[in-house]
């Protein structure tokens, strides 16, 4: 008879601070956050985490794109990234109905059948912490690599069910778009694991990512902003030049609009220049960075 697969792991001091500051966050959340804001970041922190997700994978399509095609809208983009963004709208809709310790529910892993069959009943019946168990699932997953394409994102996808199990606010953090501004980091930490032959080095640096994900939701749908900065987002569409801005806004003082409208926008990070570092170009425009469209898309879904 065949001893039940244990997965070869460390949990260190580190890995337990993570998982009781994640703890304590997440239950902040949970009783600070009401429905009816949960609804609007919903949909955006959504769109935030299939742009992470497939990111990592070379998709090169933007938030706004996602969005529209989330939307029915038609966009001009390679058919084939534009098909992987429709079936991670699909997967993320209907991920939370799945079972993560169910073979049948991953499709068939033809190539590794045994492999999976061990990991997942590993999963079913683990009683480790599920910020762990989630993480430790999700290194070997990538480690057995069971299909052809696609296991980064299985792999992402499977840690983010397992986690909104345990407690459902994880359907809506994007810790996906943190992996991807770390994504150096990531595959340095699969392979540190693969190397110790201990995933620990893998658990540590997830959990720092979901940390920082979850420290980064807070219950204000959106961060506070002056009424001019927010008129200089609703009318910054495209590129813009200053004089473009300040004739769409309305205002003919340009020391005025530098200081109240421009200034600000910039030191927040909600608009940045197209040429960097040469704000008195004549070929200087603006436009809105990812941070300054989300805040627009919470403004306008208020």
């Known amino acids: 008879m065949r001893h039940p697969y244990q997965p070869p792991y460390t949990i260190t001091s580190a890995i337990l601070n ?13 009783a600070l956050t009401d429905a009816a804001k949960a609804l609007r970041l919903r949909r955006i922190n959504r769109i935030r985490t299939i742009r992470g997700s497939l990111a990592i994978e070379g998709n090169t399509l933007s938030e706004k794109q996602i ?3 989330l939307d029915g809208k038609q966009v001009i983009a ?8 429709r079936n991670a709208i699909f997967a993320y809709d209907c991920f939370e109905q799945w079972r993560p310790e169910m073979e049948a529910e991953l499709m068939e892993a033809n190539r590794v059948p045994a492999l999976m069959q061990d990991l997942l009943q590993w999963l079913s019946t683990s009683d480790q912490h599920p910020l762990i168990t989630s993480s430790v699932f999700h290194y070997e997953f990538e480690f057995i690599h069971p299909f052809a394409d696609g296991n980064g994102r299985m792999g992402r996808l499977w840690q983010t069910l397992i986690l909104t199990r345990w407690k ?6 994007p810790v996906e778009s943190l992996v991807h501004e770390h994504q150096t980091e990531y595959y340095q930490a699969l392979q540190n694991s693969t190397d110790q032959t201990d995933s620990a080095p ?3 640096f997830m959990l720092r990512m979901i940390l920082d994900a979850v420290s980064s939701t807070t219950p204000q749908v959106a961060p506070q902003v002056t009424p001019q900065v927010e008129r200089l987002l609703d009318v910054l569409e495209g590129e813009k030049t200053r004089e473009e801005l300040q004739r769409a806004i309305g205002l003919k003082d340009r020391k005025s609009f530098r200081e109240r409208y421009l200034k600000p926008a910039l030191a927040e990070g909600w608009i940045e220049m197209t040429i960097p570092g040469k704000s008195n170009s004549r070929l200087q425009k603006y ?9 627009l898309q919470e403004h306008d879904g208020e």
């Open 18 to 30: 993570l998982a009781a500051k994640i703890s304590e966050t997440a239950g902040r959340i949970s």
């Open 67 to 69: 969005t529209a095609i």
């Open 78 to 85: 390679p058919p084939r990234e534009v098909q992987e963004v």
């Open 168 to 173: 459902p606010l994880f359907a809506d953090i």
């Open 202 to 204: 893998f658990i540590a």
């Open 287 to 295: 436009r809105l960075t990812d941070r300054g469209q989300r805040q």
